[in-house]
């Protein structure tokens, strides 16, 4: 009897050793756990955090000879590093092209990518000539798009979507254009259609 109730006390011992034991591991997962949801979301916080901001700023850029390459302003610009981008709000850019002659680009949105050199615009976007170009040429072309990628390296303009090229004389329709600013030539992908305003 004295063996069998040292048997069973032994069996109690081992039951909460080993439920000591399982709380104990249970404990020591939930604090891990916790510690590298705490560091994810740490992390998680620092890549969305940009390096600055800029509020109503204006850069201009020149090439290698000391030329005016373009210029950019904008009611806000918010840099990230990782990844070498900028997001910004209403940027408005100023380009020229072979003829020196100035362009105007304007959007709601930009990103502007800092390895490739490119600035994606978005919504309401709006190519236009230097507005004393217009009034000593009298001329009034406009392109009208919803997604412009411009790259300021090459001096180039390209979208993939339906675009608006309105003028004194007519307007164009197409899907995608890619212009080039240094060779004055621009190339009209698709779906193109034009109406023409005769001289009288």
Do not use: C
Request: charged residues 20%; aromatic residues 8%.
């Amino acid at each position: 009897m004295k063996n069998q109730l040292s048997v069973i006390k032994s069996y109690k011992n081992l039951g909460i050793l080993f439920f000591s034991l399982i709380l104990a591991l249970a404990l020591i997962i939930i604090s891990l756990f916790q510690k590298s949801n705490k560091a994810s979301l740490n992390t998680n916080l620092t890549n969305h955090m940009p390096e600055f901001v800029i509020v109503k700023g204006t850069s201009t850029e020149y090439n290698e000879l000391g030329q005016f390459a373009y210029n950019m302003s904008a009611d806000k610009l918010s840099y990230y590093a990782q990844g070498d981008f900028s997001d910004i709000l209403n940027p408005r850019i100023k380009i020229r092209d072979k003829e020196n002659k100035l362009w105007l680009l304007s959007a709601e949105q930009g990103v502007f990518n800092g390895k490739q050199s490119t600035l994606t615009l978005s919504e309401s976007v709006k190519v236009a000539p230097d507005p004393e170009f217009i009034s000593k040429n009298k001329s009034n072309l406009h392109v009208f798009a919803q997604h412009l990628i411009v790259n300021t390296r090459k001096s180039t303009i390209e979208t993939h979507e339906k675009i608006s090229i309105i003028s004194n004389n007519g307007e164009i329709e197409s899907t995608g254009l890619k212009a080039d600013l240094n060779e004055g030539q621009a190339w009209l992908h698709a779906n193109v259609k034009a109406s023409h305003k005769p001289f009288y």
